[in-house]
Every structure is written in C-alpha cells, then in structure tokens.
C-alpha cells in the first residue's frame, strides 16, 4: 500500500476524529477594504444584525486600545439613545438591603471616581479554529481590547445599598432589544459571583478612554468586569440585581457561554447539566506587528511586539519562535498598567536566511499554564480558543 503523505494522513485523520492540523498562514499583507463602521476603520463586520466586528492583530498594538479600534459584539439591537442626565440605574434584587435608583450625575457625585485599563475579551474570540465548526460568530483574534474605562466601582454602590448574607451572585439587565423585536424577550441578562463584582476593579463605567461612552459600547452607562468573558460587561446598563443564587437570566442557561465541566471529543454532545459557567479567561497572547503577510531583509533586524494577558491573573513570561516552535527565545515583557490589564511585549529577531517564516507568540501566566500551540478543548460554542498566536513572514 502507498505510503500517505503528512497532507493526506491530517485530511483522512482530520475526517474521522477532527484532529487540528496547524496549515500554512501566507497571505500578502494588504488592507482590509471593509465597508463602515463609522468611526471604526478597518474593522471586519462578522454580522450586521446584531452587529458584531473585530480587529486585525496588527490594528490592536496601542498599550491602551483606542476607541476607535475596539471591537464590537451585541446580542441585540441598541436601545433609542436617552440623553444621560434622563437615564437611571436601578439596584435591587432579593438579596439587596436598601434598594436604590441613581441617575447618572448621582453615580458621578456620591461615589469617588476611578480610571482603569481593563482588558475585554469575548468569550468566542478564535471560534473560527475550531473543527468542527461551532455555530456563532467567526471570530479570529479581533475580539479583544483593552482600554481605558472612568466609572465608580461595583462594590461601593452595592455596599451603599447592602448586601444581604444570602448574597450569591449580581446580574445586569440592560436596555437593548431582542433582534426578532418581541419586546417580551430578554437580549441577554448575565453577571457574577459576589466575589468578582467586589474586586477594586469591577466598574460601572460612564466615560471610554475619556469620553462619555458611545452607543455602540453601552451609553450611557455598562458594567466592566475585566478578565472574564466580555458578556458579564453588560451595556445599556439598566438594572443591578443582588440574587441570592447563580443569576438564571438570558444566556446564563444551557450551552451559553458555557464549556464542558470534563474534556470531551469534537462533536460530542454534551448535557446542559454538564456544562460549567466560564469565569476568568484563558492566558493568551497576540502578535501585533509585524503584520502578518509582511516582507523582510535576510539579515535585517525584525522588530515585533504584541499583547499578552491571562483573565484574573499576570502574564509572566512571553516566548517567540521563528522556526515552528524548534527554539523559543524570551521577549520582553512589561508590567500591566493597572491590575486586569493586558501586557506589551517586544522583542528583536535576525533572520539570516531567505524563505518562509512563522513567528509563534506563547505566553505562560503565573500559575505556569502556557498556550497551546493546537487549538484546545473542543466544545460546543467554540469558546476559550488560546492557541498559540502565529504569522507569516517572507524573508529575501
């Protein structure tokens, strides 16, 4: 029998049990011709209704993402924006002492301000690895930012109001509409345990890189939890409730942003009652430049830099490969700006010889658990893709 070859054993294997195959990247770099966001250059729109774009590598190399280059997921359809000074936020729920309802200007003068770099990532972000395929967003690498975000923290406007002993978990329940426009269906309505919304930096935010916040991002007023999935950062924030149990709002339920509690294979079904709310994120790292699809001098200093970061925790150590992961070499790693933001990093690299070239981006966080260089855990939604960051270079 004719022995296979290394393309036809991954295909015929890839068929049977949907073993991840890591394929070649090449792509000339050229831009990214998408037609508008308006404010929002160069992101790719994965959906319009509701509306969900994410952001080349190479545009998320600020140290603070800029407004304009931060990625946008919805579930639903943004409420008619109400002036700021006409909207009020109310806080109750049956394990809340002393219910409340503060307009913004309230939330502004009664508790002291605060100003955060908190990392977001939706809990998808990298589903379009997986195989076989999950239903959802094909997000790549682009659904993920990290700017900086002025509010006053969830802990002092739930102490202000009290926390009963029975306190277990405070959910949001935001001003969006469900796209099918049944008033009477809830777009979506998530949260955390009482811990994570206690944390120092757990804001309800009013300003996004000092400015009130867009619409797009939840004006006039949303939750930021950083480190966990993007969904418990509610927008259009209308509601907080104190529940005395695990919130069972919309897509709290089921498969939703939800994983398998043990490994299973790909395609597996899987129980409801066998799914584990997903909490703090993954490590992970990206590469911002060069971009991916560049050119390059055999012998010239390659300059390439990026992101890393790792949920509830620091990143301590981020390594590079230019020869598919044969060597790996430490970069430099800077300190994140504030706790729950991510951290730059950089490094320099000589390649001697021409030919194709791959740089590989691993961080490892301070637990000692690195990236994966296969896409890993396979599960139903496609969620908590931390695979290994790679991109193709040409050297001459």
Known sequence: MAQLSRRQWLCRAGGALAVPALAPLWTPARAQAVAGIPGKPGLVVLNDRPLNAETPAHLLDDATTPTSRLFVRNNGIPPEMTAAADWTLEVGGESCVNPQRFSVQELRTTFPQVSLDLQLECGGNGRSEFRPRARGNQWTTGAVGCPNWTGVRLRDVLQYCGLKDDAVYVAYESADTHVSGDAAKQVISRGVPVHKALEAESLIAFELNGEPIPELHGAPL?????????SVSGKWLRRLLVRNQVH???KMLGSSYRVPCRSVA???????EDMCIIESMPVKSLITAPQSG??????????????????DLQVTRLQISHDFGATWRDAELARPRNRLAWQQWQTELRIEQPG??????????????????LVPGWNPKGYLNNAAHRIAVAVS
């Open 222 to 230: 949303r939750m930021v939890c950083g480190g966990w999935p993007g």
């Open 294 to 311: 560049s050119q390059a001098r055999a012998g010239e200093i390659l300059k390439v830099r990026g992101q890393a970061w790792a949920g």
């Open 266 to 272: 790909p395609g597996a079904a899987v129980a409801d």
């Open 248 to 250: 069972d709002g919309a």
């Open 356 to 373: 194709y070239y791959e740089i590989w981006a691993r961080a490892t966080d301070e637990l000692g658990r690195s990236q994966p260089m």
